[in-house]
């Protein structure tokens, strides 16, 4: 027996004590490298002081309930069934009784053990709940701070429901015990029960009718998430009926407790049977009669006329949940573009985003991975001063994946120790292309080059998002750096990440991480680093679990080093009378229904070494303010962001989309337009590829309104539910003081405004286009319908989207062409500017040729000139269509057909 408790015991302390204390260990190591360690102390102490508050509770009621049963004499003959002689049989007795008791109160306290643990999990509920902070807004129904629903309530839910779960299980649990024990004398017919049972099962009773009835008191709050109504929130019946109910029920099981307890001294259970018997009438009645009759009697027939008030408290309550409340509105008459408009807004033009980010990132796989082991995840979008002049630019981060090694390459070493770390990036104008339609580069290669201004002095990627195992640097193995020509360049880290590795570290990491070699390698000494959870995105929910993330980490180039963005929300779904967002415009990062939503604080991860600093950009917002009061030394103010850093923030587009679905029917601020849905609007569509999707929020550069300068700006164009055309676009600034300014403008609703669908499908019908796009999709090639743009300046639109040609056995889109379209008008060319030239019949006074590289030359002028080139432009199409070359075939019609309706023009 000693022997297989020492063997238990032994596999205890290998198996689960040691790997759960060397998890511990490493991560408060872990958390003391990024320079948190308070923040690795605050959560565990927190579900400690839970687990022992909550498992205290439950283990005392265990104690005090049924420990008592254990030691009465009546349960003696349950307990023993076996007969023996009667000195033999009370010795037996004593001790059957010792046993089991403390094998149950052993039981029981692991089941109070496991209540407290699991209670734990929801250690920022009871954190929030101490440093609670106020809204300054009231609801319209209790008059109290929203504070109090979002930071309170949960808590008295939580504890509510808790202590009435267990209250009756303790309480069936005694009565059976009792049961068992007085069975014997209820077949005699002896029904009394013993006046301390009695007063057992009364005060256990009681306890669970008065925690009820706080349940009730709290249950009119919850009425406020109702959606029983023509909104969200609490309406009519709600307030005029269910509203008393609860009152009254919670009155009713006070009385019924107090019975209860009453009936402690007395003998009859009359009075408490009779109050238990109405309030269930009540409550059957109350909560499911009455509130039906009020429904079909009173609201139905008059719904509009009643709900009224209640449908302007889910309006405002959801404008101000969802940051909607602030946002400007204007009209936009949507006047036909001109040249002049054009010539104004030269920036606009110059930053026309021609590159999808879909062909684009193909584009980067097959030019500048420069070796199978790296990879571009995605592409984002910014703005760098180039020359002197703001450009917005695409670019990516080379990572390394060591899954792309080949199968002989996967050594432990090269895996850890070796193969360590991306390297640089890649930088591309958005509106620019070669002549073969390939991207032209702002930064590219291995080591970084490119533009003068965008120096990489610190190209290497230790912490990334394809940066999930862990890495042992300043080993006796060099590591790549990066690759030059047939050979490979090696160095050492210089930086401050990752944590110095000692004999216990070297075992404790060991266990972590389940491999021995990390503890027996001979080529990782005293001044090797250990670097884990590197992928930023589990570097930073780590640290904060309790914020919600954007999908989409940004790279910035900053000082010659890149740094990772994370828009960070702090989220609820406890916003009374807001409507929660729908599912389908959360996203991933947004696991749960949410109906409050504030981009609080913008997260900076280095590259290089992985620090992490959380920036507060909205410190208004009472739920970052409630988590600055837990992590004081977590959250920086916005002031304390470098402003090289601060001038590359975006508008997260994760909340913007968010923000446009809703206001898509939250607009309607009358709640008689609101209740009808007279002017419901939605996303509009578009093609990409062959296939139709919802448009996607987008960068643009433009002057919004009457501003003097362009700025950087997130749009979205809405549509009226159920109909392609526009009837508003959506703007958040990104510039400056501005940052986080919404600005929706309206089209007047007497004209009409193409909506990219009805554009889309005039492309489709325009002969000359519609022959080149058939032309180019025969066999061997492929047409890419990129995003189409709608382009606002000043009060006009413009549409542009772009063409890829990309052959089925390639990877490689080419930009081929360029469509344009305003008004009745729709154009395509090969570059954007001849486009624009063509469509509105003339060059504007500053738009410029295109320069070298960018497209064909301009045609000549004069008919003869005009002949003479499509002549030759003609016999070129027909030798490359003898060779099978259908797509300069193509190419070679087109500019035909151009030249042609140049020819006409001179007539």
Excluded at 348 to 359: A, C, F, G, Q
Excluded at 533 to 560: E, H, K, M, N, W
Aim: glycine letters at 6%; aromatic letters at 12%.
């Amino acid at each position: 027996m000693r022997i297989r408790l020492s063997l238990l015991a032994l596999l205890f302390v290998f198996f689960i004590l040691t790997p759960t204390l060397a998890r511990w260990y490493t991560d408060w190591l872990w958390f003391g490298e990024v320079g948190y360690r308070r923040v690795f102390w605050v959560p565990l102490l927190s579900r400690i002081g839970v687990t022992v508050v909550m498992g205290g509770i439950l283990f005392a009621l265990f104690l005090l309930n049924l420990r008592p049963l254990l030691r009465r004499p009546a349960l003696d003959d349950v307990i023993d069934l076996e007969p023996r002689s009667r000195g033999s049989r009370e010795f037996r007795r004593v001790l059957r009784r010792q046993q089991i008791g403390g094998l149950v109160m052993s039981a029981l306290a692991l089941v109070a053990f496991l209540s407290g643990l699991a209670a734990s999990a929801r250690w920022p509920m009871f954190q929030q709940f101490v440093h609670a902070r106020p809204f300054g807004v009231t609801d319209p129904i209790f008059g109290r701070d929203i504070g109090f629903f979002i930071f309170r309530l949960p808590v008295y839910q939580f504890v509510e429901s808790w202590l009435f779960g267990w209250l009756v299980l303790i309480f069936l649990v005694a009565a059976a015990a009792y049961y068992l024990a007085y069975a014997p004398n209820m077949l005699r017919g002896v029904w009394s029960l013993p006046g301390p049972v009695r007063a057992h099962l009364s005060l256990l009773a009681a306890a669970i009718v008065l925690v009820r009835g706080w349940g009730f008191w709290l249950d009119a709050y919850a009425l406020e998430y109702s959606r029983r109504g023509a909104i969200v929130g609490a309406g009519y019946t709600d307030v005029h009926a269910v509203l008393p109910v609860l009152r009254l029920l919670t009155l009713l099981f006070a009385i019924c407790g107090i019975l209860l307890l009453i009936n402690i001294q007395r003998r009859t259970w009359r009075p408490a049977l009779a109050t238990v018997v109405v309030i269930t009438v009540a409550w059957v009645v109350g909560l499911g009669v009455i509130p039906r009759f009020v429904q079909q009697v009173r609201v139905s027939p008059n719904e509009l006329t009643v709900e009224t008030p209640y449908i302007r408290n889910g309006i405002s309550a959801t404008l101000r949940a969802f940051g909607l409340d602030r946002i400007r509105e204007q009209d936009f008459s949507v006047e036909p573009i001109t040249a002049e408009v054009v010539s104004r807004n030269r920036p606009t033009v110059d930053n026309v985003r021609l590159w999808d980010y879909r062909p684009l990132l193909s584009a980067y796989q097959q030019l500048q991975t420069l070796r199978p082991y790296y990879l571009f995840r995605d592409v984002d979008i910014d703005r760098y001063r180039i020359g002197g002049v703001q450009r917005q630019v695409m670019l990516s981060a080379r990572e390394l994946e060591v899954g792309r090694l080949t199968p002989q390459a996967r050594t432990w070493v090269n895996e850890h120790l070796v193969f360590t770390h991306g390297y640089g990036l890649v930088m591309s104008p958005v509106n620019r292309a070669s002549e073969e339609g390939m991207p032209e580069f702002f930064l590219r290669d291995i080591p970084p080059a490119g533009e003068a201004g965008l120096q990489v002095t610190r190209p290497q990627i230790y912490f990334g998002e394809q940066t999930g195992r862990y890495v042992i640097v300043n080993t006796r193995v060099q590591e790549l750096d990066y690759p030059r020509g047939d050979e490979n360049v090696y160095a050492s880290y210089g930086g401050r990440g990752g944590i110095a590795l000692t004999a216990l570290r070297r075992l404790a990491f060991a266990y972590r991480f389940g491999d021995l070699r990390l503890l027996i390698s001979s080529d990782v000494t005293r001044e090797s680093r250990l670097m884990f959870a590197r992928d930023i995105t589990t570097r930073v929910r780590r640290l904060a679990p309790f914020l919600s993330y954007d999908r989409d980490p940004y790279v910035v180039l900053v000082d010659g080093g890149l740094k990772w963005v994370i828009d960070a929300y702090t989220t609820s779904n406890r916003y009374p009378y807001a409507t929660p967002a729908p599912s389908s415009a959360q996203g991933p990062a947004l696991e749960t229904e949410i109906n409050y939503i504030r981009n609080s604080v913008k997260v900076v991860i280095d590259a290089y070494d992985g620090a992490v600093n959380f920036y507060v950009v909205d410190a208004t917002d009472p739920l970052v303010q409630s988590f600055t009061s837990i992590f004081p030394e977590l959250f920086k103010p916005a002031s304390q962001m470098p402003r090289e850093l601060a001038a590359h923030l975006r508008y997260p587009v994760d909340m913007f989309e968010i923000q446009a679905r809703m206001y898509a029917t939250f607009h309607m601020r009358d709640p008689r337009v609101f209740y009808n849905r007279e002017d419901m609007w939605s996303i509009p569509t578009e093609l990409f590829g062959n296939e139709t999707v919802v448009v996607e929020p987008y960068y643009v550069t433009m002057r919004l309104g009457n501003g003097p300068q362009p700025e950087f700006i997130l749009i979205l164009p809405f549509a009226p539910a159920g109909r392609d055309n526009l009837i508003a676009w959506m703007a958040a600034r990104n510039d400056g003081p501005g940052y986080g300014e919404l600005v929706v403008y309206r089209f007047p609703k007497d004209r009409l405004a193409f909506g990219p669908m009805q554009v889309e499908s005039r492309i489709n019908q325009d002969p000359i286009i519609s022959q080149q796009l058939t032309l180019w999709n025969q066999e061997g090639s492929r047409v890419i319908r990129g995003n189409l743009l709608v382009i606002p300046m000043e009060n006009a639109i413009m549409y542009v989207e772009p063409l890829f040609l990309q052959a089925e056995r390639s990877q490689l889109p080419e930009l081929k062409r360029v469509i344009v379209a305003s008004g009745p008008r729709i154009v395509m060319e090969e570059t954007l500017d001849q486009a624009i030239a063509r469509l509105l019949g003339r060059l504007p006074p500053s738009l410029t040729p295109p320069p070298a590289g960018a497209g064909p030359a301009p045609v000549p002028s004069t008919a003869a000139g005009l002949i003479k080139q499509a002549l030759e432009t003609y016999d070129r199409a027909q030798q490359m269509l003898r060779q099978g070359d259908l797509a300069g075939y193509a190419r070679e019609m087109d500019r035909l057909g151009q030249i042609l309706r140049d020819l006409q023009k001179t007539q």
